[in-house]
């Protein structure tokens, strides 16, 4: 056990030192997740340095009583594991609003949390293809709300970058 915890601090310490190629742009779909401020999302990343990026998601969820549509926003520094593997970590806000068409206290409202994003991604770039897939979770304390609280999950993301 001590032998793979050593492993595992070289190769985290090592990373910090190689800098992931972040692309410029990259659109797509993160997929998954839990809470008021996780679902279904239409994401946008925007890229800062070569190592920092901005993730921007608009998404929503549904039940059958029940819609919630939410904004969330993630800085996030990144790492280079291998050639085009990656993993990345950063904080984070988000906004939700919701509507339950029950009868009863909880009809409408505004969910906000803060939280962070961490996850692993490998960028089909370095085999020239503009694709960059993800798994990652982001974790959120809702502080506002009628089921506010901590919620996470993880996802899947797939985007095309340019």
């Given at each position: ?13 090592t ?61 996030q520094?990144?790492?280079n ?17 919701y509507?339950?068409d ?18 692993i ?5 370095v ?17 506002v ?13 797939i985007?095309?970058?340019?």
């Amino acid at each position: 056990m001590k032998k793979i915890f050593v492993i595992l601090i070289v190769i985290l310490s090592t990373s910090l030192y190689a800098e992931a190629q972040v692309n410029p742009h990259a659109i797509g779909l993160r997929l998954g997740g839990d809470g008021y401020t996780n679902g279904a999302e239409i994401s946008y990343q925007q890229g800062i340095s070569t190592r920092n990026r901005l993730e921007l998601d608009f998404g929503f969820r549904g039940y059958k009583y029940y819609n919630n549509m939410f904004l969330s926003a993630t800085y996030q520094w990144n790492w280079n594991i291998v050639s085009g593997l990656n993993w990345y970590v950063g904080p984070g806000a988000a906004v939700g609003f919701y509507n339950w068409d029950g009868d009863d206290d909880r009809s409408n409202g505004v969910n906000f949390g803060i939280g962070g994003q961490i996850g692993i991604e490998f960028d089909f770039n370095v085999l020239d293809a503009p694709i960059l897939l993800s798994i990652d979770s982001r974790p959120m304390w809702d502080f506002v709300g009628y089921d506010n609280g901590f919620g996470w999950g993880a996802a899947l993301g797939i985007r095309y970058t340019w």
